[in-house]
């Protein structure tokens, strides 16, 4: 059974940057595609970022775009969401996921295989 586990969350400023890992464990990372999701309290969890199991292909919703940058590293069995210009509206718990199989993108939360503990990240006005 796959374990995601993330860390580097934690509070930055407006317009400053941070980047969350996603520790991989219990299958072969290059095997499926990998995501990120977010949820701030009050609101449902919504996707924030894809990548195929290869690295070849990366998915973002509209509201990062331009602003995040999703990566992976196979080797060291790591997922990586490097967030720039930060908003507060980027304030919640984010989530790393992996896809239920190796045929989907984790862009929905019916792609979703499992999912990491979250961390959370709050961007201060």
């Known amino acids: 059974q796959v374990q995601l586990v993330e860390s580097g969350g934690g509070l930055v400023q407006a317009g400053g940057s941070l980047r969350v890992s996603c520790a991989v464990s219990?299958?072969?990372?290059?095997?499926?595609?990998m995501g990120w999701f977010r949820q701030a309290p009050g609101k449902e969890r919504e996707f924030v970022a894809a990548i195929s199991w290869s690295g070849g292909y990366t998915y973002y919703s509209d509201s990062v775009k331009g602003r995040f940058t999703i990566s992976r590293d196979n080797a060291n069995n790591t997922v990586y969401l490097q967030m720039n210009s930060l908003k507060p509206e980027d304030t919640a718990v984010y989530y790393c996921?992996?896809?239920?199989?190796?045929?989907?993108?984790?862009?929905?939360?019916?792609?979703?295989?499992?999912w990491g503990q979250g961390t959370q990240v709050t961007v201060s006005s």
């Open positions: 219990g299958r072969t990372l290059s095997s499926y595609s």
């Open positions: 996921a992996s896809s239920r199989n190796n045929l989907v993108i984790p862009k929905f939360l019916s792609a979703v295989g499992s």
